[in-house]
């Protein structure tokens, strides 16, 4: 073979490498930048952060767990823990850092970190290197977030079309989109402990993203029997704390509970799904006044529990305000008599047309039942205080609302005013729109400042409503037969509060305007009427603010009576009575259990 | 006389090549009479740990499978799961993939000239070719936020668009690397050195080779034309020039010669990649990684790895979780059986020089 001399040679031309410059960085003098993405050790905003373990839950290392941070408060909507990251297991895939739905957690540019002490490389980011924040390298914000931001829109009628009829508004979740609106949520369950009554939120979604309605609605039913009133018209606090909701529109927990539960037509269907476990009668009996949301509740799982219960119901229908407040557009009458009918074959017993210190006296109730729980919510109106209000055509929201949802017919003419900014002063104004009538709803402050639900407000804006706030009612004017003829109202100014509260309502002096209507909606609010309630111990019992004071159990100053709902629960909406129903039950089992055993 | 036999063990650390096996040699003198290959020194269970992780979870974990070349693992796990779902990718994403898969290749190759010449003795080119990977490496920094693993290709697309004037910097690095070519040659192709250690040694006959289940480079440079991105294109593969070079001495040296061509190639194909690449979307987005659910099916699909074809089996039983993710990567074949018939008469000093020519590498053997 030939001699390659070229072959033998070239390799020696390396040698010209030797006098060009080097290419590595002379380190520890000089450090090499890195690049913006890159993915170092991770930082985390402690205060944007809200503890809700998505991070943990994505990463496939095992390398988050959550823990609590010495000395560092949180809010509600917070589960107070915050992630720790393990560096001895983690990849820094940052997949923890693109799922994070408040964006709190991201990766910085440091990288180096030298310790002897193992345990070390525990690290809290954000408590261990506060100095992160100045370093952040690999964020969220600049792909695509990992989490779906969007919900799956609801179908609903157009306000032209409602206005036609008591027809539900809301059509309601098909299959698919309830399986892909489910499919949204990580499972955090933030919502369940801001929950009143603290649903299983996480899990029956979780049902509903897998395909089993039917396990979505057993565990429903495991501490709410009104959940598909719930799925129709509840507040959701849920939803304002979504994880979600941070970054993106929270996940429609109302409406996923609505689909759930509206799967079962009828209340044989709802035993056999539900099924739940009746324990045998244990000879104790318990009364109730009033069957409301509390008192349904308080009742139903009295009787799972073996006790003999009783309500008391001054109405012909059960469901207290759910029933002759909500307008059927919102929650249909067939839905509510379902529910009912179903805690009825669990053993609950009503006295329907009963009004307590009429029928029957409290104390001849407690001739027969050992504990007493009083849920009769706030039915009486207050006055709005103004000349011409007790004559025809000025009518108080709850009376209207309940006679509309007896059948009963009210003449409220074709141009009405309501006065009131808060849930009731709306359903008052769309069910006065399904009437025929023009609507305005006059209230004393801002729009932002109204009570009601942003979505009640909007849906009776596409309805036609006009809402006028800042007016401040004056007189009725009445016409020569005594009927209402005009309103006259002055607009207001907002003054603003010098000690930080919210701003308060100023006549405007002289800007004074008279509208002709054909009638005036009262809707400032309610209250109890206690009159059923002997002397003796209304004076032991504590009454604040019209409301009855209980402990924690539900519990009144008197030990065998308790109250729920609207008269013991300031936030007065059907969750919190629910959930107060269902404290009551434990409370009275634990009273009358305890008197047993003495 | 017939010399005694005795054996060797060469392993398990790093035997001449990264990570580790090993191969239990019986030699008479130098000459190897029987090879046996020993792996499971590695074993992770990544494709077992896949069945409990969510398809997202899934990737960080692929890109581990193989350390110098992560992105052919991430490409075929995310076209898998395409395949069975259905999902489109963003053209955009295609053509960035490719520049990932191609850029993976040079540095892959770099590390291969420098583990094919350190296991000569020949260290001076690890120190550069290892140095100029790094400025690839940098490209990947840059672009992932990683330098090593990437967990950058993943399904409906890619993780992150190019940063601002990304591309420009690729043609930099580009025109640096091919101006270093030359240089590579001096020291390492036209060295007559390697020429005389790498001819006629670690033969992989023609006729074998395919029966042998052998890909990649080793069956080009047995002179078989063979490579999926020209005979079943995935991403935009079928959108772009290039050659497949082979080569037919069957030996170390035409195994090095189809990647120094290859090496040419993948430069062009990166830069074309460039020059056609549509602006749009990078990403069409999976539902919530929690709760992703891949309806059921299954997919075979492949890519060219720089070591060959790599090939992942993918099946769904339409839960949140793989059913099962099956590797078939090249490293296993050449490795593992390829390696026990070609060591037979070969030198014991050859052992680790063929076994990079094979581009053997345990952890992809092991998964
Ligand atoms: C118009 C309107 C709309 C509302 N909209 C919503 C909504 O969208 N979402 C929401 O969560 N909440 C809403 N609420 C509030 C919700 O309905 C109440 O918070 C909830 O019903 C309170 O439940 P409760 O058990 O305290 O009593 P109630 O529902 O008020 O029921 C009390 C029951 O006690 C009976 N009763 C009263 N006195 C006696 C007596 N002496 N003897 C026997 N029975 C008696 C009544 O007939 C009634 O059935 C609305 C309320 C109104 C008025
Ligand atoms: S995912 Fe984000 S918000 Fe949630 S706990 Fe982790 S860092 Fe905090
Ligand atoms: S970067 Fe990846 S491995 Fe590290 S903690 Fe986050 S998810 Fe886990």
């Known amino acids: ?598 | 006389m017939r010399e005694k036999e005795t054996t060797i063990y060469l392993g398990p650390q790093h035997p001449g090549i990264t990570g580790n096996m090993m191969v239990k040699l019986k030699v008479a003198g130098d000459t190897i009479v029987k090879a046996e290959t020993h792996v499971g020194y590695l074993h992770r269970a990544f494709e077992k740990l896949m069945e409990q992780r969510t398809w997202t979870q899934s990737f960080p974990i692929v890109c581990r499978i193989c350390v110098p070349e992560p992105d052919p693992n991430e490409e075929n796990l995310a076209r898998a799961i395409e395949e069975i779902e259905g999902r489109e990718v963003p053209e955009r994403a295609k053509y960035i993939r490719v520049m990932v898969l191609e850029l993976a290749r040079l540095a892959t190759y770099g590390l291969w000239m420098g583990g094919q010449s350190g296991s000569m003795g020949l260290y001076t080119m690890p120190q550069w070719t290892i140095g100029d990977r790094d400025y690839i490496l940098d490209l990947f920094e840059e672009l992932t936020g990683g330098r090593v693993y990437h967990m950058y290709i993943w399904a409906g697309g890619v993780r992150r668009d190019l940063p601002e004037g990304f591309t420009d910097r690729v043609l930099k690095t580009l025109d640096y690397l091919e101006n270093r070519l030359p240089d590579y040659d001096n020291l390492l192709f036209n060295n007559a050195l390697f020429q005389k250690r790498a001819q006629g040694v670690g033969i992989i006959p023609k006729d074998k080779a395919i029966e042998w289940g052998v890909v990649g480079p080793p069956l080009r440079g047995s002179g078989i034309k063979h490579d999926v991105r020209i005979d079943e294109p995935y991403e935009v593969y079928d959108k772009l020039n290039f050659i497949v070079p082979t080569s037919d001495g069957c030996d170390v040296w035409s195994r090095a010669l189809v990647r120094r061509q290859e090496y040419e190639q993948s430069i062009s194909i990166i830069r074309q990649v460039i020059e056609k690449m549509p602006k749009g979307d990078y990403y069409n987005k999976i539902p919530n990684p929690l709760t992703w659910q891949v309806p059921p099916g299954e997919a075979y699909v492949k890519t060219e790895s720089a070591r060959g074809e790599f090939g992942y089996y993918v099946v769904s039983d339409g839960s949140i979780k793989p059913r099962r993710v099956h590797v078939r990567g090249p490293a296993y074949v050449h490795g593992v059986s390829l390696l026990e018939k070609i060591l037979v008469g070969a030198n014991i000093a050859d052992v680790s020089f063929i076994m990079n020519s094979l581009g053997t590498c345990p952890p992809e053997i092991e998964r």
């Not at chain 1, 959550?66 to 992630?83: A, K």
């Not at chain 1, 310790?115 to 525990?122: A, G, I």
């Not at chain 1, 047309?353 to 409290?362: C, F, M, S």
Request: proline share 5%; net charge negative; charged share 25%.
């Open chain 1, 1 to 598: 073979m030939a001699f390659d001399i070229k072959g033998v040679l070239a390799p020696f031309s390396a040698l010209k490498q030797g006098t060009k410059p080097p290419h590595t960085v002379r380190y520890p003098k000089e450090k090499k930048e890195t690049a913006a993405r890159y993915r170092g050790l991770h930082f985390n905003d402690l205060e944007e952060c809200i503890g809700c373990g998505t991070c943990a839950t994505i990463c496939q290392n095992a390398a988050i767990d959550m823990i609590h941070v010495d000395g560092f408060e949180t809010n509600s909507g917070d589960s107070g823990l915050r992630p720790r990251v393990d560096n001895g297991r983690c990849c820094w895939c940052a997949l923890c850092v693109d799922v994070c739905p408040t964006g709190s957690l991201n990766l910085t540019k440091d990288y180096v970190y030298v310790s002897e002490d193992p345990d070390s490389f525990l690290w809290m980011p954000g408590v261990d290197n506060p100095e992160g924040k100045e370093n952040l390298s690999f964020q969220s914000a600049e792909g695509k977030p990992l989490l779906e931001y969007e919900r799956i829109p609801m179908h609903e009628l157009e306000g032209t079309e409602r206005v036609k009829s008591f027809a539900e508004v809301l059509l309601g979740y098909n299959e698919e989109e309830a399986r892909k609106e489910a499919a949204r949520c990580v499972g955090c369950s933030i919502c369940t402990d801001i929950c009143p009554v603290h649903m299983h939120i996480p899990e029956y979604i979780n049902a509903i993203a897998n395909g089993d309605d039917e396990a979505a609605v057993k565990i429903i039913y495991d501490n709410n029997p009104l959940g598909e009133t719930c799925g129709k018209v509840c507040t959701r606090r849920c939803e304002t704390v979504c994880a979600i909701g941070h970054r993106g529109e929270p996940i429609a927990i109302r409406w996923l509970k609505g689909y759930a539960t509206s799967t079962v037509n009828n209340a044989d269907l709802i035993e056999k799904i539900v099924n739940p476990e009746i324990l045998p009668p244990n000879g104790h009996s318990v009364g109730i006044i009033g069957a409301g949301p509390s008192g349904l509740t308080a009742a139903y799982y009295l009787s799972l529990r073996g006790f003999n219960v009783t309500i008391y119901e001054s109405k012909s229908h059960a469901g207290g305000m759910i029933m002759y407040g909500i307008p059927k557009y919102r929650l249909p009458l067939d839905s509510i008599d379902k529910q009912v009918e179903y805690m009825e074959k669990m053993g609950v017993k009503i006295k329907y047309n009963t009004k307590v210190g009429k029928d029957i006296t409290l104390e001849e109730m407690k001739q027969h039942h050992e504990a007493i729980l009083i849920g009769i919510g706030f039915e009486v109106p207050y006055e709005l205080g103004l000349v011409g209000e007790n004559e025809e055509g000025s009518i108080q929201a709850v009376n209207f609302l309940r006679n509309i949802n007896s059948d009963r017919h009210v003449e409220i003419g074709d141009k009405v005013v309501v006065i009131g900014g808060g849930n009731v002063a709306i359903d008052a104004a769309r069910v006065s729109r399904r009437l025929g009538a023009d609507v305005t709803i006059l209230y004393r402050r801002r729009v932002e400042d109204m009570p009601a639900d942003w979505e009640e407000i909007e849906g009776a804006e596409d309805e036609g409503v006009h809402i006028h706030p800042q007016a401040i009612p004056l007189e009725i004017i009445l016409d020569e037969n005594k009927k209402v003829k005009a309103l006259k109202y002055a607009n207001a100014e907002m003054i603003p509060d010098p000690e930080g509260g919210r701003p308060r309502p100023k006549i405007i002096e002289g800007d004074e305007h008279i509208i002709e209507v054909t009638s005036v909606i009262g809707a400032i609010g309610q209250s109890a009427d206690y009159n059923f309630i002997p002397e003796d111990i209304k004076n032991q019992i504590e009454i604040k603010r019209g409301r009855i004071i209980v402990n924690e159990d539900q519990q009144t100053n008197v030990p065998w009576l308790f109250a729920s709902g609207d008269i013991a629960n300031r936030r007065a909406d059907a969750i919190s009575a629910i959930a107060d129903g269902y404290r009551a039950v434990k409370g009275i089992e634990k009273f009358i259990l305890k008197s047993e055993n003495k």
